[in-house]
């Protein structure tokens, strides 16, 4: 948690991290930090500056941008191209002794087609948050600037 005069920042889904075929984006992110932050690649900041900031506000953040993304639209391609996948948790209920159930959160990863296709009632039923942006390497770099 930063403290900047009299705003508090989280930063608990603020972070980049990478391995061998990915990059995973926290999903707290707006565009605008994403191009700023020191640990993004840059073949992604320019894929963000050319293609993606041309459709969005920089102050969209991950987590808003893919939980009402429709399919269909140019963001949509764009991100289809870069193989982008989502984590997200969601609401399950769990039986416990005695036949009683507790809602539960469950991590889950999305392709992004077919988190594209739940639609918007169903998201809010299940209590979908989205936490992470898993980007494939392999997309990103056969994407053509």
Partial sequence: ?????????????????????????????????LLE??????????????????????DTTLESQFYYLEENT???ETYQQLKI??????????????????????ERIFPLQDLVQMNLAR???SGMLVREIIISKLGMMTFSL
Avoid at 3 to 12: A, C, L, R, S
Avoid at 37 to 58: D, R
Wanted: charged share 30%; proline share 4%.
């Fill in 37 to 58: 932050h020191e640990m993004v690649p840059f073949k992604l900041k320019a894929i963000l500056a050319q293609y993606i900031l041309k459709e969005v506000s920089p």
């Fill in 123 to 125: 998201k809010k039923a």
């Fill in 85 to 106: 996948r989502v984590k997200v948790q969601i609401q399950e209920p769990q039986k416990k002794f005695f036949g009683k159930t507790k809602i539960r959160y469950q």
């Fill in 1 to 33: 948690m930063k403290i900047k005069g009299n705003v508090t920042q989280y930063e608990d889904f603020k972070y980049v991290l990478q391995d061998v075929g990915n990059i995973y984006l926290g999903a707290g992110f707006s565009y605008e930090e």
């Fill in 74 to 76: 140019f963001l949509y």
